[in-house]
């Protein structure tokens, strides 16, 4: 069956750095885009990042623009996410998520998230 | 990139109707037939109930339907089961913006 699982969250002083992980595993890796959502605490869900299928493109929400950086492994099947000069506003549970289209698409298929805290 | 509007909470009874309703713009909702909506039960992974305005993935029960009528988009809960509790989101594709989603509904079943 499809998982995805995420890893690497943790409490990060604001100005720092952290990466996450997503280790994905029953499905053919290389033939879905994948993408990083959010939800702060008390929040709704907020998209953050994609990368197509091959790794050829990706795109990034503004509030994020910049700072955090999307990639995949496709020899390990895991996607990542580079979070850079973190702010107290990027706290929150990060989700990953696969579609079939990067643009256009819907999120079948998520894990069940890691939380980020940054504070001092 | 704004939120998409949904009303903060709807409730209903077992076996009564629900619908949560998702306010765009001609930016998003109005303009794309790429509307989907997600379950999520807290601590769980959200789940994909509606993609492309109305289609149901296998294995969503029938009860779960979805429409748009200009900027607004709307997932209707039939037949509403205790399971059915949880927080419910909107997302739509939004042209550059890529996607922006709800500000997410609580259904509760009384």
């Known amino acids: 069956q499809v998982q995805l699982v995420e890893s690497g969250g943790g409490v990060v002083q604001p100005g720092r750095s952290l990466r996450l992980s997503c280790a994905a595993s029953g499905f053919t890796f290389g033939s879905y885009a994948l993408h990083w959502v959010r939800q702060a605490p008390g929040k709704g869900l907020e998209w953050v990042a994609v990368?197509?299928?091959?790794?050829?493109?990706?795109y990034y929400a503004d509030s994020v623009k910049g700072r955090f950086t999307i990639s995949r492994d496709k020899s390990k099947n895991t996607l990542s996410l580079q979070m850079n000069s973190l702010r107290a506003e990027d706290t929150a549970v990060y989700y990953c998520a696969r579609s079939s289209t990067m643009v256009r698409g819907r999120f079948d298929y998520w894990g069940q998230g890691t939380l980020v805290t940054v504070s001092s | 990139q704004s939120a998409l509007t949904q009303p903060r909470s709807v409730s209903g009874s077992p076996g009564q109707s629900v619908t949560i309703s998702c306010t765009g713009t001609?930016?998003?909702?109005?303009?794309?037939?790429?509307v989907s909506w997600y379950q999520h039960h807290p601590g769980n992974a959200p789940k994909l109930m509606i993609f492309?305005?109305?289609k149901r993935p296998s294995g969503v029960p029938d009860r779960f339907s979805g429409s748009k009528s200009g900027n607004t988009a709307s997932l209707t809960i039939s037949g509403l089961q205790a399971e059915d509790e949880a927080d419910y989101y909107c997302?739509?594709?939004?042209?550059?913006?890529?996607?922006?989603f709800g500000t997410g509904t609580k259904v509760t079943v009384l």
């Open positions: 492309d305005v109305y």
């Open positions: 001609s930016s998003d909702v109005g303009v794309y037939n790429y």
């Open positions: 990368i197509a299928h091959d790794g050829s493109n990706e």
């Open positions: 997302c739509s594709y939004a042209g550059s913006s890529l996607y922006v």
